[in-house]
């Protein structure tokens, strides 16, 4: 399976294109929609979420509610780009009218700087459109058809947040991924933890009056992965090095962790490595998941357990200090419409880029021209594995 997007923070639309989902397999635009809209929720968003109500349409590959095997196209239409009509029009337009929202003073931490010179944009709008967080729709959309795919697989994804601004959420142990999904789904923050919700709330109202911004660390949990998706034999063969780049794809996200991470530089080996156990009814467990289900690049069919860290928002309401291009100036950044936070949204589209890596896993394993023959070489699989 292999996907590619495209579309403008303000133009007409965002496109998506996917080639390799097995043929029938039930679509529909609802269930896109309802990942379309978990990712224009949570506390903190402002304004454009509210104007844009995404709505996917599906223009091909998909016929009488199952896919064909053919490509599948997604299209979500950009609401706001009616106000947007000449400053992002496709034809030329007079020069004066290309000055309206023009940028010449790029934001710290955005793309908005090194794009211009890197392309030669006199503005800066042209970095600020491709690059913006919009494009993750696309993302979340081609998730939601991964996810369909998963489903049918008895393979189950969470997402919630575990640091907010700093603030450490204490999880309770052993929460199944289903009893993550259900309480983070309560929260308007995506904490499991309801106690915390209200101080982080105030906190992020607090940011937003100081005209800051926060992120936060986001943990992503699928259950019932079976071992062996991903190989050692090559670098770029190794499901958590895939993982790993599809996280950091995710506009500000900084760095990303299995299982306990970055703290296995703290423990003993017998403090991090998993024991190894076998009953008849499970086949292989283990007694514990520090390694969030990962030896050797491969799954090893315990839950996978990935943590992403989301720097804060750049575009701040009381800006940094900046330059402008054209005349080398000190300036404040531009402001361009934004939010204290959009961390619970973030969550939603590192779920749906893990669940594309993990389908797509799926699928280069697996017979899958037909859902049909998926599903029983699954099956099989599931069960020479357990007895192995
Ligand atoms: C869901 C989501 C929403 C975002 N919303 C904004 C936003 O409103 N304003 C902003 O400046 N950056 C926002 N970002 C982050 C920028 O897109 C990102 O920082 C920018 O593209 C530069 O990339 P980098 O941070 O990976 O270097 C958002 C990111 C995500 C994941």
Redesign the pocket.
């Known amino acids: 399976m292999r996907y590619l997007t495209a579309g403008e923070s303000h133009g007409p639309r965002l496109t998506a294109i996917i080639e390799g989902v097995p043929a029938g397999l039930s679509l529909t635009a609802q269930d896109i929609n309802e990942d379309l809209k978990r990712?224009q929720g949570g506390y903190g968003r402002g304004g454009r979420m509210k104007i844009e109500t995404d709505q996917v349409e599906i223009t091909a590959g998909v016929r009488h509610g199952k896919t064909t095997g053919a490509p599948i196209t997604l299209n979500v239409t950009n609401k706001d780009h009616q106000k947007w009509l000449e400053i992002m029009s496709v034809e030329d337009i007079e020069e004066k009218l290309k000055s309206k929202r023009r940028i010449t003073h790029p934001?710290p931490?955005?793309?908005d700087l090194v794009g211009g010179m890197k392309y030669r944009f006199d503005d800066l709008r042209n970095s600020l459109e491709r690059?913006?967080?919009r494009e993750?729709t696309m993302r979340v959309a081609i998730g939601a058809v991964a996810k369909r795919i998963l489903a049918e697989l008895d393979i189950d994804i969470a997402n919630h947040v575990v640091v907010f601004g700093g603030k450490e959420i204490d999880v309770p142990d052993k929460l199944t991924v289903a009893q993550i999904k259900e309480l983070a789904k309560k929260s308007e923050i995506s904490v499991v933890n309801q106690e915390r919700e209200q101080e982080i709330k105030d906190y992020i109202d607090q940011i937003k009056r100081e005209g800051d911004t926060i992120g936060g660390i986001v943990e992503t949990i699928i259950g019932g992965v079976p071992a062996g998706l991903g190989s050692f034999v090559q670098w770029d063969k190794k499901l958590d090095s895939k993982l790993a780049q599809a996280v950091v794809s995710?506009?500000?996200?900084?760095g990303v962790e299995f299982g306990v991470g970055f703290q296995a530089g703290y423990r003993k080996g017998s403090e991090v490595m998993d024991e190894i156990l076998w009953n008849e009814a499970d086949g292989y467990t283990r007694r514990t998941n520090h390694l969030g289900g990962f030896e050797g690049g491969m799954s090893n069919g315990q839950p996978l357990v990935i943590r992403g860290v989301?720097?804060p928002?750049?575009?701040l309401y009381k800006p940094l200090m900046s330059v402008d291009i054209e005349t080398h100036e000190p300036y404040k950044a531009t402001v361009?419409?934004?939010?204290p936070t959009?961390l619970p949204?973030?969550g939603v589209?590192m779920e749906s880029v893990v669940a594309t890596v993990i389908a797509t896993e799926i699928l280069e394993k697996f017979s899958s021209d037909n859902m049909e023959e998926l599903k029983e070489a699954v099956a099989r699989y599931r069960d020479y594995v357990k007895n192995f």
């Open positions: 990712r934001r931490g955005h793309a690059s913006s967080a993750t995710i506009n500000a996200f900084k989301m720097k928002i750049p575009t361009e419409r934004s939010d959009a949204a973030a589209v």
